[in-house]
C-alpha cells in the first residue's frame, strides 16, 4: 500500500513558477507509475503528466508540454511537478496518484495524495 501526501501548492502569479511535491510511503513506492493530475472548480479531474517506476518514460498533456517537467526520487519516495510559466488556466487542486498501470486514466490510479491548491493571479 501507497500513502500519499502532497504539497507546495500556493498564490502565484502568470508567468511563476511553482514546485509541487508528493511524499510517498510504503516500502513498493519505486515499483508503481506516478502521476499527476488536476480539477478545477465545475470541471472534471484531468491528467497532467506521468512517470513510470523507473523514471525514464514521462508523458504529458498537450496543455503542459514546454512548462511542467514531471520527477522522481526513488531514494526520496518524492516525486515532483516543476511547473513554469505559469496560466491562470492552470488554477486547480493538484493531486498526485500512484498506479501500478503505466495509464493516464485517473481509473487506473489506485492511491492519491490530499491535493494541494495552486492559483494563478493574471
Known amino acids: 500500500q501507497v500513502q500519499l501526501v502532497d504539497a507546495g501548492g500556493g498564490l502565484v502569479q502568470a508567468g511563476g513558477s511553482l514546485r509541487l511535491s508528493c511524499a510517498a510511503s510504503g516500502r513498493t513506492f519505486s515499483a508503481y507509475t506516478m502521476g499527476w493530475f488536476r480539477q478545477a472548480p465545475g470541471k472534471e479531474r484531468e491528467f497532467v503528466a506521468r512517470?513510470?517506476?523507473?523514471?525514464?518514460?514521462?508523458f504529458y498533456a498537450d496543455f503542459v508540454k514546454g512548462r511542467f517537467t514531471i520527477s522522481r526520487d526513488n531514494a526520496k519516495n518524492t516525486v515532483y511537478l516543476q511547473m513554469n510559466s505559469l496560466k491562470p488556466e492552470d488554477t486547480a487542486v493538484y493531486y498526485c496518484?500512484?498506479?501500478?498501470?503505466?495509464?493516464?486514466?485517473?481509473?487506473?490510479?489506485?492511491?492519491w495524495g490530499q491535493g494541494t491548491q495552486v492559483t494563478v493571479s493574471s
Open positions: 496518484a500512484a498506479s501500478p498501470e503505466i495509464s493516464r486514466s485517473f481509473r487506473d490510479y489506485n492511491y
Open positions: 512517470i513510470t517506476w523507473s523514471g525514464g518514460f514521462t
